[in-house]
Structures are given as C-alpha cells and as structure tokens.
C-alpha cells in the first residue's frame, strides 16, 4: 500500500499509533483495532505492473516460428482483477500454417507455461469454440486452419483439477477477457482477410 493510506490507518487506530510506531511495541488494544482495520479498508486494485507477460512481439514470433502461418493477429488486454489479483490475457490467432489441422487449434498458457490436459473443459477453449461467432470475422471455422494461442498471466490463476490441468470456465472476468482478446485479434484479421479480396 501506498505511503498515505498506511498514514490513514495508523491515524485510524487511535490508542496512540502513529506512522512511527514500531511494530513490536503496540499494545493488545492497537493490533485489534489494526486487524479490524484491515477488513474494513478498501485497498486499491493492483494495477498489473508486477505481472510478467511475454508481449505481443514475443507472442506473434513464436507463432511465426512453429507455425508459418499466412496471417497472425495479436493482442495484449490491459489488466483486470478478479479477487484482488490483477491478471491479464494475451491472444494470438492465425490463419494457415504448416502441419495445422482444418477447424479451430487451441493453444493454452497460464502464466507463459502450455497448459497439455483437460482442454476441453477450459476457458480458453470453451470461449474459442463457442462464443466466437468465427462467420461473422469471415473465417470459416470448419474448413479454415485457425490457430487460437491464449495466454492468461496472474499472481491467483484459478486453476481446476490436482494437477493443474486447466483455468476454470465459471469465472466471469477471464472469460471475459479471454473473449475480448480473441474477438480484437479477429477484427484484425477480418481487416487483412477484406483486404486480400479486394485485390483479387
């Protein structure tokens, strides 16, 4: 927390704390009035600045380099917070490719690490699926080869299963997001597609 609103607090206490105080030397009285305190105090939301996203240019490199595709959009959402811990989303998709299956070819980070099992249950790949209305950006999602790279960066990924295999579907503010980073790449893509029939 910032500097004036540990001040707050600490005026807040009363009993005789001040910004000064020595942790070890308040009485009883003062650590419960502090500890009440502390529920009560509305802390800013974090504003992202710790997390270690890989970037958009880190991002589209990559694609590039495994992929080769004829076209590749990228996005990097601002951050957002869900339970007091910032996160933000990274998005990826191309068109074409070599060794790329026809359909919708989901690939899964959290926190830069590829996430292997229980693909169909996770947010990334639910969202990619079937809240994308893939006509409507002129990709057809059966016969296009469209690779969908997802990567949600945060100090609390609220993960499912023992291992870790997948993000949760049931939390509105990645899913949210994931949406939302998908959906720019795709109007981006939609733009370049445009273009190429224009020139045709």
């Known amino acids: 927390i910032n500097s004036a609103l540990a001040e707050r607090i600490c005026l807040e206490m009363r009993g005789g704390a001040d910004p000064d105080s020595i942790p070890r030397?308040?009485?009883?009285?003062?650590?419960?009035?502090?500890?009440?305190?502390l529920h009560e105090v509305r802390f800013p939301d974090p504003k992202g600045l710790h997390l270690s996203p890989a970037g958009e240019y880190n991002l589209r490199l990559g694609v590039m380099k495994e992929?080769?595709?004829?076209?590749?959009?990228?996005?990097?959402?601002?951050?957002?917070?869900?339970?007091?811990?910032?996160?933000?989303?990274?998005?990826?998709?191309?068109?074409?490719?070599?060794?790329?299956?026809?359909?919708?070819?989901v690939f899964r980070f959290a926190n830069r690490i590829p996430l292997?099992?229980?693909?169909?249950?996770?947010?990334?790949?639910?969202?990619?699926?079937q809240r994308i209305a893939w006509n409507s950006y002129k990709i057809n999602q059966a016969t296009d080869r469209v690779g969908v790279f997802v990567s949600i960066v945060s100090s609390k990924i609220p993960f499912k299963g023992a291992g870790k295999e997948y993000i949760a579907d049931d939390v509105e503010p990645i899913?949210?997001?994931?949406?939302?980073?998908?959906?720019?790449?795709?109007?981006q893509l939609k733009s370049k597609i445009a273009r190429i029939h224009a020139h045709r």
Do not use: W
């Open 25 to 37: 030397e308040l009485t009883n009285k003062q650590i419960v009035r502090l500890h009440q305190l």
């Open 67 to 105: 992929l080769r595709p004829e076209m590749v959009a990228t996005c990097a959402g601002s951050a957002d917070v869900y339970e007091g811990h910032a996160f933000l989303v990274e998005a990826a998709v191309s068109l074409g490719g070599q060794d790329v299956r026809p359909g919708i070819n």
């Open 116 to 129: 292997l099992f229980e693909a169909g249950s996770d947010v990334i790949t639910q969202t990619a699926q």
């Open 175 to 187: 899913r949210n997001a994931v949406k939302s980073a998908i959906q720019s790449c795709c109007v």
